[in-house]
């Protein structure tokens, strides 16, 4: 008996696009994706210059917000995954925020 191994390849992000209620991203392989901002709270607590100022790391499997430090990956993105960070830690984060 033989089996048929299957490799599954992760498309990387081409361009981001970030509404008031939405992160879209244009896949290399012609899809695009969007799912809710709410999924992702600092980006939802973002204002809008912070949430353009992306880039992809990670030869694009990757999207990096310095301003607020929050990462995405494409792979999570495909999965359904929301954000991981705990309650304590975005509370921190909002509250520092508040101190600038």
């Known amino acids: 008996m033989s089996t048929l191994a299957i490799e599954i390849q992760i498309p990387y992000g081409k361009n981001i ?43 694009g499997y990757g999207i990096h917000w310095e301003d607020i430090d929050e990462d995405i990956s494409i792979e999570g993105l495909l999965a359904g995954k929301p954000s991981g960070e705990s309650q304590l830690s975005f509370k921190k984060w909002l509250e520092h925020r508040k101190q600038k």
């Open 17 to 59: 696009t970030v509404t008031n209620d939405t992160l879209s991203v244009e896949l290399n392989d012609g899809r695009s994706i969007s799912v809710p901002l709410a999924w992702y709270p600092r980006l939802l607590n973002a204002t809008k210059q912070e949430r353009n100022n992306w880039r992809l790391i990670g030869k």
